[in-house]
């Protein structure tokens, strides 16, 4: 569903990137924390999509974990040419903080 160009962009580092980069950072999250992602709504504008949608899940530590976030994707020829993610970054600050406390 990806396009070669692929550019994923999050709030929370900054820094665009490629599908690569992408997928190591969904697995690395995975490895702590897996999050259910309920839609709230979509909108669709020509080949824009936005869609809020609110994240819960626990850490393998415990700790909660649930935000509201915001996917703005474009959308060529039928494949997604970027995602950019924007979410609570205090909150990721404070459960990934919390997870190198206790792995220490």
Same mark, same amino acid.
């Given at each position: 569903?990806?396009?070669?160009? %692929?550019? #994923? ?11 690569? #980069? ?9 490895? %702590?924390?897996? @999050? ?9 504008? /020509? ?7 609110? =994240?819960? =899940?626990?850490?393998? !530590? /415990? ?9 703005? %994707?474009?959308?060529?020829? /039928? !494949? !997604?040419?970027?995602? +950019? ?6 909150? @990721?600050?404070?459960?990934? =903080?919390?997870? =190198?406390?206790? +792995?220490?």
């Amino acid at each position: 569903m990806l396009s070669d160009d %692929f550019t #994923y962009w999050s709030n929370v580092n900054r820094t665009e990137h490629d599908k690569v #980069y992408l997928r190591m950072a969904s697995e690395r999250r995975a490895a %702590f924390v897996e @999050v259910t992602m309920d839609p709230i709504r979509s909108v669709v504008d /020509g080949n824009v999509v936005v869609i809020e949608a609110l =994240g819960d =899940g626990t850490t393998v !530590l /415990g700790d909660r974990y649930n935000s509201t976030y915001a996917y703005v %994707f474009e959308v060529r020829d /039928g !494949l !997604l040419t970027s995602m +950019r993610e924007h979410t609570d970054t205090k909150l @990721v600050t404070e459960v990934l =903080g919390r997870m =190198g406390e206790k +792995r220490s």
